[in-house]
């Protein structure tokens, strides 16, 4: 039980700091709130007017799965360099793993999560372009039938 005593200590050292700290901040501090001090403050720039509006839940989504595809190459990585000693075992692991992954973004991308930014105000401001678009109906297929040749080509050769 002696081997834990350092442990402890210091638990108690950090648990009384933070407390101290707390109580201290709310004792000492000035107490004269104003319209200037609880303005927002960014690079010294007064903002002038409210944000058009709030974030969407998509950015917070696209933020989400930049998270898990991080912790996704933090766990392969180290599978990376030991593959070889998991053997099955590890390889089925990873695989779990990366379906859950993949599973994650294909829900995104099916809720349209990515879909977000200039090209959707595009896709709003503009009805007129059909969702159905593809470029085999809208590219038209041109071939040489039918072409003169012009100045400089070169000659076609018989077969």
Known sequence: MGQYLPVFVMLVLGGAFAGVSLVMSKAVSPKRPSAAKSAPYECGIVPRNEPPERFPVRFYLVAMIFIVFDIEIIF??????????????????????????????VFLVANSALDWGPAQLLRRANPAVSPNRTTASTIRRVGADGREPGPGAPDEVAA
């Open 76 to 105: 392969l990585y180290p599978y990376a360099t030991i593959y070889r000693s998991l053997g099955t075992f590890g390889l089925i692991e990873v695989v779990v793993f990366s379906i859950a992954v993949f599973a994650s973004l």
